[in-house]
């Protein structure tokens, strides 16, 4: 049965190979086994073949006209680690990008808002800088509507910042996911059943996120 | 009969394609916490009676993987667990309401007869 993985992609065998044949050690020698093997085969090289559409996280962001910690938020949303040059799987590069697509459209808009709102601003404080240089009083009413529209602006502009609300919160602003925490613990059940070794990848920058990471360009969704 | 969780939309097409069932009961069997593939193919034997071949186990891991919907942690000798993420729970909850949805409407039918 193990000779059939020779029949795998080499990515996949890489990422795979160990835990299939210990999952193998438990299989029978049946023809069923060997059929399915040779589907997965099958399957894993047009996986393999659609990992190489992937596209790295600084990429997806640049083609959705946002900054990268937009699209490594949308991530973490959904449980995910990540890091700017990670290389995104195509399906999950359009599923993040379906989500991001509609914030970054509502932002824009409100960038329209703001323009209009500080052309508004700009309006009124050149009427009361007229009246001003004509000797005249500047009515309050002038000045009142340029310092509300200011405010308003910034208000949006504070709004429009990612980050301040949305993908780091409860809603994932649009990125059709809720953020939830990370469990801190295996369940009972799973604490029943020893996995050994097992710990959450460490923070950025760590040696075992940092293998992680070479790992992950070597499994057959992540490479490039 | 009415079911609202059938007349809601399904949660987004995972892309799961043929791998759609398997993926779903391995979700299910992760949903307890993080397991490795033989922990997986009992524990799925035992919830539903189908034997997953380590051809389609691994098939649907790779692409639950890629989707973000599970994710692997540090490998333990040859064995690799894995957890289900915040996207995998919402996507196998909007599964499971379905099915208990058709479930229900299946059962009560036939308790009409």
């Given at each position: 049965?193990?000779?059939?993985?020779l029949?795998?992609?080499?990515?996949?065998?890489?990422?795979?190979?160990?835990?299939?044949?210990?999952?193998?050690a438990g299989?029978?020698?049946?023809?069923?086994t060997?059929?399915?093997?040779?589907?997965?085969?099958?399957?894993a090289?047009?996986?393999?073949?659609?990992?190489?559409?992937?596209?790295?996280?600084r990429?997806?962001?640049?083609?959705?006209?946002?900054?990268?910690?937009?699209?490594?938020?949308?991530?973490?949303?959904?449980?995910?680690s990540a890091?700017?040059?990670?290389?995104l799987?195509?399906?999950?590069?359009?599923d993040?990008a379906?989500?991001?697509?509609?914030?970054?459209?509502r932002?824009?808009?409100a960038?329209?808002?703001?323009?209009?709102a500080?052309?508004?601003?700009?309006?009124?404080l050149?009427?009361?800088?007229r009246?001003?240089?004509?000797?005249?009083?500047?009515?309050g009413?002038?000045l009142?509507?340029?310092?509300a529209?200011?405010?308003?602006?910034?208000?949006?502009?504070?709004?429009?910042?990612?980050?301040?609300?949305?993908?780091?919160g409860?809603?994932?602003?649009?990125?059709?996911?809720?953020?939830?925490?990370?469990?801190?613990?295996?369940?009972?059940?799973?604490?029943?059943?020893?996995?050994?070794?097992?710990?959450?990848?460490?923070?950025p920058?760590?040696?075992?996120?940092?293998?992680g990471?070479?790992?992950?360009?070597?499994?057959?969704?992540?490479?490039? | 009969?009415?079911?609202?969780?059938?007349?809601r939309?399904?949660?987004?097409?995972?892309?799961?394609?043929?791998?759609?069932?398997?993926?779903?009961?391995?979700?299910?069997?992760?949903?307890e916490?993080?397991?490795?593939?033989?922990?997986?193919?009992?524990?799925?034997e035992?919830?539903?009676?189908v034997?997953?071949?380590?051809?389609?186990?691994?098939?649907?891991?790779?692409?639950?993987?890629?989707?973000?919907l599970?994710?692997?942690?540090?490998?333990?000798?040859?064995?690799?667990?894995?957890?289900i993420?915040?996207?995998g729970r919402?996507?196998?909850?909007g599964?499971?309401?379905?099915?208990?949805?058709?479930?229900?409407?299946?059962?009560?039918?036939?308790?009409?007869?």
């Amino acid at each position: 049965l193990r000779l059939l993985l020779l029949l795998y992609p080499r990515a996949w065998r890489r990422r795979y190979r160990r835990e299939m044949e210990a999952v193998l050690a438990g299989e029978r020698l049946r023809a069923a086994t060997v059929l399915d093997l040779l589907g997965g085969a099958l399957d894993a090289w047009r996986q393999a073949a659609e990992a190489r559409r992937a596209v790295t996280v600084r990429e997806l962001a640049r083609r959705l006209g946002l900054p990268p910690a937009a699209v490594i938020r949308a991530l973490q949303a959904r449980g995910l680690s990540a890091s700017v040059d990670q290389a995104l799987p195509r399906p999950l590069a359009e599923d993040l990008a379906a989500g991001l697509a509609a914030p970054a459209r509502r932002s824009r808009s409100a960038g329209r808002w703001i323009a209009a709102a500080v052309v508004v601003a700009a309006l009124a404080l050149a009427a009361a800088a007229r009246w001003l240089l004509a000797g005249e009083r500047v009515p309050g009413a002038a000045l009142a509507l340029a310092v509300a529209t200011l405010l308003v602006a910034g208000a949006v502009a504070r709004r429009r910042r990612p980050g301040r609300r949305g993908w780091s919160g409860g809603d994932p602003g649009g990125a059709g996911v809720p953020a939830s925490p990370r469990p801190h613990g295996p369940s009972p059940l799973a604490a029943a059943r020893p996995l050994g070794g097992r710990r959450p990848p460490g923070p950025p920058g760590s040696e075992e996120t940092e293998s992680g990471r070479q790992e992950a360009t070597a499994r057959p969704g992540f490479s490039v | 009969m009415h079911h609202e969780a059938m007349d809601r939309p399904s949660t987004h097409d995972a892309g799961l394609g043929r791998f759609e069932e398997p993926a779903i009961l391995i979700l299910t069997s992760l949903l307890e916490g993080p397991r490795h593939g033989y922990a997986i193919v009992r524990e799925v034997e035992a919830l539903s009676g189908v034997h997953l071949g380590p051809g389609t186990l691994y098939a649907a891991l790779a692409r639950l993987e890629a989707r973000g919907l599970i994710e692997a942690l540090a490998a333990d000798d040859r064995r690799r667990p894995y957890r289900i993420t915040a996207a995998g729970r919402e996507l196998v909850r909007g599964r499971l309401e379905r099915m208990q949805a058709v479930a229900q409407a299946g059962l009560s039918r036939l308790g009409r007869r």
